[in-house]
């Protein structure tokens, strides 16, 4: 029977803490500064390699595609604090059994997986229009692994870390407070995704 373990019960005991303090830190210069709320939607396509090295020897590999939302507010001219969902669907991979140099067939399996994070989001404006951003921050993601044959008993247990997430991107204002947005995100070398999206600024 498969274990499950909700990414968001490990993530909001890690985030809030982190998202106070970050208040705080910024909360003097942002008193001065053209302060945003913004919510945004993106399509991507996620590459996810994982390979665990447990007695499961779990590997899911594959390219698909993926959908993320984020809630973010800038504090100043400089800095924003972001929050994400990440939805990446199904990706194939395979339990191998068996011990190296042993001979056996590998069990079929996908893994659903999804993430929540908390990132910082430095950000230059090139133009009026244009802004380039980084992101740095902290991810919970989770696997929830089935077996993909639908016919074989075995024991799965689901995968999940908690890791980096960092990246890079671009901003341009399209029509009053709406944005296009184009980025490259990396789950500690594990899970890269582009992707391109919209975001509306209040």
Request: proline share 3%.
């Amino acid at each position: 029977m498969t274990r499950r373990r909700s990414p968001l019960s490990r993530f909001l005991p890690v985030a809030m803490p982190i998202a106070a303090l970050l208040a705080t830190l910024t909360a003097a210069p942002a008193a001065a500064a053209d302060r945003e709320f913004y919510v945004g939607f993106h399509l991507g396509l996620s590459g996810i390699e994982i390979d665990r090295n447990d007695a499961f020897n779990q590997v899911l590999d594959g390219d698909e595609n993926s959908r993320s939302y984020d809630i973010g507010f800038k504090w100043n001219d400089y800095l924003a604090v972001e929050v994400g969902y990440y939805d990446l669907s199904k990706v194939d991979g395979a339990i191998r059994p068996c011990a190296e140099g042993v001979s056996c067939s590998d069990i079929p399996i996908q893994g659903k997986i999804t993430a929540y994070s908390v990132a910082i989001v430095p950000h230059y404006d090139i133009t009026g229009r244009i802004r380039v951003f980084a992101k740095l921050g902290l991810v919970s993601w989770a696997a929830n692994v089935e077996d993909a044959a639908e016919d074989l008993e075995v024991t799965l247990v689901d995968v999940d870390d908690e890791d980096l997430i960092y990246g890079a991107g671009v901003e341009v204002q399209i029509l009053g407070r709406l944005r296009a947005v184009g980025r490259l995100e990396s789950i500690a070398g594990d899970i890269e995704t582009v992707s391109a999206g919209i975001r509306l600024v209040f």
